[in-house]
């Protein structure tokens, strides 16, 4: 299994910024690709942001492409999501996602609030 812990969720002022964190621990080593995805109540869960384990590559929704970026430490088993220029669209639980060889875990999740 893979274990899931985010942190750095908080409340903000519209333009303002976060950085959330994600660490892995367990079965690292089936990990492909790490994620972020955020869900309002009453809405379906969507994608934010996402980086392979090995290579680096990224990929964004297109909601949040040059306000957020996604990084990793491997030697820290940790994700970052670094989210600039924050609007109150961007409140929301967002999870941490592992995408594994085998099944997929998610974090408990933290709460982002924007206010405008």
């Known amino acids: 299994q893979v274990q899931l812990v985010e942190s750095g969720g908080g409340s903000v002022q519209a333009g303002g910024s976060l950085r959330l964190s994600c660490v892995a621990s367990g079965r690292t080593f089936t990990i492909n690709t790490m994620a972020w995805s955020r869900q309002v109540p009453g809405k379906e869960r969507e994608f934010v942001a996402s980086?392979?384990?090995?290579?680096?590559?990224?990929g964004y929704a297109d909601s949040v492409k040059g306000r957020f970026t996604i990084s990793r430490d491997n030697a820290k088993n940790t994700v970052y999501l670094q989210m600039n220029s924050l609007k109150p669209e961007d409140t929301a639980v967002y999870y941490c996602?592992?995408?594994?060889?085998?099944?997929?875990?998610w974090g408990q999740g933290t709460q982002v609030t924007v206010s405008s």
């Open positions: 980086i392979t384990w090995n290579g680096g590559s990224t």
């Open positions: 996602e592992a995408r594994c060889f085998g099944p997929d875990y």
